[in-house]
């Protein structure tokens, strides 16, 4: 995607602007067109912005369609934001009813239209199965539904309270009469070592998350050694300029310097010949 003009970039609204059409556009020219942005933004003086702007994070592919999906159709995202805030507040089982409708409706129509944006956009195809549970977490998530509405998400966040309004597998109902043949409880031992999964898998998030932390302040870093490396570079090339232009008047003096020599001495010479001839010529009168 081509980096927006110097133009785009001016006041505030127009970078947001420009932002937008980024996470808006397609995913596989994420990098290409921050990273032109942000060059764009250095090269009017604006190394803040432009700084902001190279640490953006590329969505991930649910994430992406969703926040494409807003950009796009703000009316379906409204409309969750509206039935999330009403399932938030019912009381009364009519209202979480009524509230848990008009989620799902509202869900499956952000879905539709990300799955419209995916496909557009070429790429790996993204269905209703995918999209309306990502939809619903996102909705249980303030932090995630605030990022969401400003059409930056980066990832989708664990199911929260709505995820199980999402629509799943129905469990097989009980026997006749209550009893629950060949499906017993978990014994303790086995809720125990589930607990132990959970806590691993706890601490093995917590690391990965870690070592994220770490390689994106490590890439940050090598980016602003980059930009500090271009910047010398672009100083000694403007000292090298310089010197050349120097050098090269320093060559035109010393020729225009040689071409005066030469004609001085080739009018000495002239001078020489002459005086020569008048005392050969006092000498022949006598």
Not at 88 to 100: F, I, K, L, Q
Not at 144 to 166: E, M, N, Q, Y
Request: proline residues 4%; glycine residues 8%; negative net charge.
């Amino acid at each position: 995607m081509a980096t927006p003009d110097a133009a785009d970039t001016g006041p505030p609204g127009e970078l947001d602007g420009a932002i937008g059409a980024i996470y808006g556009g397609p995913l596989d020219e994420f990098v290409a067109a921050r990273d032109g942005l942000a060059k764009d933004l250095r090269a009017a003086g604006r190394r803040d912005e432009a700084a902001a702007v190279r640490k953006l994070a590329k969505p991930k592919r649910l994430a992406w369609a969703l926040d494409a999906a807003v950009l796009a159709e703000r009316e379906a995202f409204e409309d969750v934001d509206a039935a999330a805030a009403s399932l938030a507040d019912a009381h009364t089982g009519s209202d979480v009813r009524e509230a848990t409708n008009a989620l799902r409706a509202a869900a499956r129509s952000l879905a539709d239209a990300a799955s419209e944006r995916a496909a557009a956009a070429g790429g790996a195809a993204l269905d209703q199965s995918e999209l309306v549970p990502a939809v619903l977490a996102v909705a249980a998530d303030p932090g995630a539904l605030a990022t969401l509405r400003a059409g930056r998400l980066v990832d989708v966040p664990s199911a929260g309270a709505f995820g199980a309004f999402a629509p799943g597998p129905v469990a097989d109902a009980p026997a006749a009469g209550g009893a629950q043949h060949g499906a017993e409880r978990p014994s303790a031992g086995r809720a125990r070592a589930t607990a132990r999964e959970v806590k691993a898998a706890d601490r093995a998030a917590a690391d990965a998350e870690s070592r994220y932390d770490a390689a994106r302040g490590r890439a940050e870093a090598a980016d602003e050694a980059a930009e500090r490396a271009a910047d010398e570079l672009a100083a000694a090339e403007d000292r090298r300029r310089s010197a050349q232009r120097d050098v090269e008047a320093a060559r035109e003096r010393l020729d225009a310097a040689r071409r005066d020599a030469r004609r001085a001495a080739a009018e000495a010479q002239e001078a020489e010949d002459r005086a020569r001839e008048a005392r050969t010529e006092r000498a022949e009168l006598g």
